[in-house]
């Protein structure tokens, strides 16, 4: 009694309720669902380039997409090519593990002038994501703002101030390593609302920055506390404290003969974006933290710079058929379940926190909610979904299409480099038409 499971959604999540369907041994069928014709969701469009070493997961992803009862549809987008409704009709479960695409705004006036990214965009531009490749970021500055205190803003930081030789290993476009190399950007600055022992940066991210080849981290020595006060456990306390103890490191470093510097700015929050149609600098309030909250002293300073990066978060998007928490950006669950035969794992349930395996736990959830609830099929399937796609003249790409896509860009790798992206959607398509024309697909 083999039931038909639809995972929209491709990324970690999604490969994680996969894993966790097969390792329950419930009998079924999985068809993997992603809008870009590459599967792997923020591994290939998130993790920074020169992160390669983290990506390495996608190995265990691509055994789960090998198995014999799954499929990947890629190319195909749930509320363009086929309705989150329509998908209900045609599997006995539908999985949505679509991620949080979109980037939280940075509601501060002057926020819509040129020169203003989301960390979403400006990621996805310089991992060549086909939706962000053409942004072509203003860097024409000698500062850049980043606001924000967690790993992306760092991600954004380390990937502005390494040397074209450290990014040589890394399968960066050619477009953004020239932008980047070719920027007068100099002084990249990153402004966090609290303290330093308050800084989301997990530590060992954080002590890469003071091994870059070429620039310095530069942080003030009277930000730094001595000890971290208040109520926490005592894993947390030791958290924070290695991350003091590298700010301070950071502090005795000298910054003299590198070219760029990494400043860390805290205890500041964004108030207004200057200039007038471009970004020309960024106005920040000074605050104190009353009650564990950081609180406006009503004491501003100006930062001259060029660009400004907002990298403070992240929220879906309507998606038709999916009832919405607009409050908190997620997808509206009950530990996963959604609706009758409609579940959610990942950063659409959980909202976007939490490292890569921190989505597997959602995938047992709903494996083991899915064994509960859907005892028999009652469902046409891949059938019925291949026959809509088709009627609707949908090329979607299969995962076979996607391993030719990927000895492409390995075969395109200058040396060292693990690969060379396509970035165009047209042209993942072209190749893939092309290698079954002269049947070399
Ligand atoms: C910039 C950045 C860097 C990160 N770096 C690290 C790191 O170094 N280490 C680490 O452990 N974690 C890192 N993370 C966190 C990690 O990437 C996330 O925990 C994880 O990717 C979330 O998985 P997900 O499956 O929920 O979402 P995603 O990875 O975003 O996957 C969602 C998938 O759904 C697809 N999709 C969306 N909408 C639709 C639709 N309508 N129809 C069909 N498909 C759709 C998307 O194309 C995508 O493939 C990083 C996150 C970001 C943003």
Known sequence: MTISVAIVGTGPSGFYAAQALLEKGIDCRIDLIDTLPTPFGLIRGGVAPDHQHTKRVIRTYEEIAAQPTVNFYGNVEAGRD???????????????????????GLDLIGGAKKGVYGAAEFVGWYNGHPAYRHLDPLLDDKCVAVIGNGNVALDIGRVLCKTKDEMAKTDIPDYAIEAIQGSPASDIYIFGRRGPAEAKFTNVELREIGQLADCAPMVDPEEIPDEIPGEMSDRDRRLRMRNIETFRSFAAMDPTGKRKRLHFCFRSMPAEILGKERVEGL?????????????????????????????IGYRMGPLQGVPLDIRRGI???????????????????????????????????????????????????????????QARGVRWVTFEDWKFIDEAEVAAAQEGAPRKKFVDVEAMIGLIEKGRADGTS
């Open 82 to 104: 086929i309705s989150i409704l329509e998908l209900r009709a045609f599997y006995d479960a539908v999985v949505l593990a679509i991620g949080m695409p979109m980037d939280r």
């Open 331 to 389: 997808v509206i669950n009950n530990d996963g379940r959604v609706a009758s035969g409609l579940y959610v794992v990942g950063w659409a349930r959980r909202g976007p926190t939490g490292v890569i395996s921190s989505n597997k736990p959602d995938g047992d959830a709903v494996a083991a909610h899915i064994a509960v609830d859907i005892t028999r099929p009652e469902r046409p399937g891949r059938a019925g979904f291949e026959e809509h796609l």
């Open 283 to 311: 106005r920040l309030q000074s605050t104190v933290i009353e009650n564990g909250e950081a609180v406006g002293t009503g004491r501003y300073y100006d930062i001259p710079c060029g660009t400004v990066i907002a990298a």
